[in-house]
């Protein structure tokens, strides 16, 4: 077994989580993933924890342990691929990354190092789109921006939330575009460029039209109707 070395209660909370995991399950390995496991846990951290095991069913579990809030992931191999395959296409490796940076509780199997590796190898890629999913992306982006500026006097409270969904697909957008994964919701503002983030904070904390403006220009170029052609696709007759 090879545990971190944590500070109470997560201590207490990991050992506890452990025997709840090996009384319900016969584990390939185990591994501790998020900021506790990096001895960066607050009073609102929970443990993250994901095992590998061998059995054709799969499982989420809630749980306290030691008044620690626990995540526990369970899934055999095959499940854990086609997850890594699924969120590549989505282009948010959540699973990849837990695999490749958590740390290994213990492994009884060559499974667990080859999964990791495989992780690994999937977050070292360049995401890239094709040009038609990225132009998808972009109309998308632009068409709730400027029905955000159109309902913005007749109905605030409804252009604030256009524009909130306008931004977050302005900043969906960015990623792609720039070759760059998509990270977990709450990093997002931390991996933008430091002047797109910068704007996205100016609309986020004031609500700056002005700033949402320039994002949009800065981020998908427009803030409506574009011209664009998406290829013909057959449908039969």
């Not at 929970?46 to 095991?53: G, S, T």
């Not at 040009?131 to 007749?154: G, H, N």
């Amino acid at each position: 077994m090879n545990l971190p070395n944590l500070d109470p209660p997560f201590d207490d909370a990991l050992e506890q989580a452990l025997t709840f995991i090996r009384a319900r399950t016969e584990p390939l390995g185990v591994l501790a993933c998020g900021s506790i496991t990096r001895g960066e846990g607050d009073a609102s951290s929970d443990l993250d924890l994901y095992v590998v095991h061998a059995a054709p069913w799969r499982q989420r579990i809630q749980k306290r342990f030691a008044g620690v809030p626990a995540e526990i992931f369970v899934n055999p191999p095959g499940q854990i691929r086609r997850y890594m395959a699924d969120e590549e296409e989505s282009g948010r490796l959540i699973t990849a990354h837990m695999l490749a940076t958590g740390h290994v509780l213990f492994e009884d199997d060559k499974i667990v190092p080859a999964l990791r590796l495989d992780a690994r190898d999937r977050l070292a890629k360049v995401p890239a789109l094709d040009p038609e999913s990225l132009a998808l992306k972009r109309y998308l982006a632009a068409c709730r921006c400027e029905d955000a500026t159109d309902r913005r006097q007749t109905d605030p409270v409804a252009a604030r939330r256009l524009m909130n969904r306008a931004v977050d697909a302005m900043l969906e957008y960015s990623l792609w575009n720039s070759g760059r994964w998509q990270p977990r919701d709450k990093d997002l503002l931390d991996v933008l460029d430091d002047d797109v983030a910068a704007l996205a904070r100016l609309w986020l904390d004031d609500g700056d039209w002005d700033a949402a403006l320039e994002l949009a220009d800065k981020t998908i170029g427009t803030c409506g109707f574009f011209e664009w052609e998406w290829p013909r696709e057959s449908v039969g007759g």
